[in-house]
T-cell receptor, first 112, second 118 residues
Framework: KQEVTQIPAALSVPEGENLVLNCSFTDSAIYNLQWFRQDPGKGLTSLLLIQSSQREQTSGRLNASLDKSSGRSTLYIAASQPGDSATYLCAVPPYNFNKFYFGSGTKLNVKP | GAVVSQHPSRVICKSGTSVKIECRSLDFQATTMFWYRQFPKKSLMLMATSNEGSKATYEQGVEKDKFLINHASLTLSTLTVTSAHPEDSSFYIC??????????????FGPGTRLTVL
């Protein structure tokens, strides 16, 4: 069974800092990897999707990398802002896409 | 594009009653929809996967008779919590996968439904 781990569980940084969130998975037979953001009491917002054949994706201040062979992905946030405060989740589906495995999330707090 | 809605956003009900939650894909056809449950400060737990026109596939430990899932059309799936108990109180989130975007395998999530059973 696929296991997805996110480190750290929580992170507090001052505004303006660059930061890295980590996601690791045990089974490299993945279809893609998706990073999401969840605000308290809300649903999930898709941030970036990396196909299994890709190594990274960028959107604005966000950059996600994928190293499938080592079972790792990182989400890099540049010049963090208080509005970035949320829980960040990574998720992977297998090739047959019969389910979606989520990490437990990293709760980010960016202090003004 | 790729918007998924859920209704209601919040519901409070008495123990023993049934509650229906709707999940709709507003601007695309969803061949597959997923239902998740999220406990406070925890990650999402997949409850079941539903494909349009066929029976849902439930995850181990999820009671089929308690959590009824119907995916009657390509834009609508419903989750009915039958004979609700206080322990069913949770945040329920649906997601949808587009048939036309299946090459990317992207999932789009609804805003969630907060269920409180008194």
């Amino acid at each position: 069974k696929q296991e997805v781990t996110q480190i750290p569980a929580a992170l507090s940084v001052p505004e303006g800092e660059n930061l890295v969130l980590n996601c690791s998975f045990t089974d490299s037979a993945i279809y893609n990897l998706q990073w999401f953001r969840q605000d308290p009491g809300k649903g999930l917002t898709s941030l970036l999707l990396i196909q299994s054949s890709q190594r990274e994706q960028t959107s604005g201040r966000l950059n996600a990398s994928l190293d499938k062979s080592s079972g790792r992905s990182t989400l890099y946030i540049a010049a963090s802002q208080p509005g970035d405060s949320a829980t960040y989740l990574c998720a992977v589906p297998p090739y047959n896409f019969n389910k979606f495995y989520f990490g437990s999330g990293t709760k980010l707090n960016v202090k003004p | 594009g790729a918007v998924v809605s859920q209704h209601p956003s919040r519901v409070i009900c008495k123990s023993g009653t049934s509650v229906k939650i709707e999940c709709r894909s507003l601007d695309f056809q969803a061949t597959t929809m997923f239902w998740y449950r999220q406990f406070p400060k925890k990650s999402l737990m997949l409850m079941a996967t539903s494909n349009e026109g066929s029976k849902a596939t439930y995850e181990q430990g999820v009671e089929k008779d308690k959590f009824l899932i119907n995916h009657a059309s390509l834009t609508l799936s419903t989750l009915t919590v039958t004979s609700a108990h206080p322990e069913d109180s949770s945040f329920y989130i649906c997601s949808a996968r587009s048939g036309t975007r299946s090459a990317r395998g992207e999932q789009f999530f609804g805003p969630g439904t907060r269920l409180t059973v008194l």
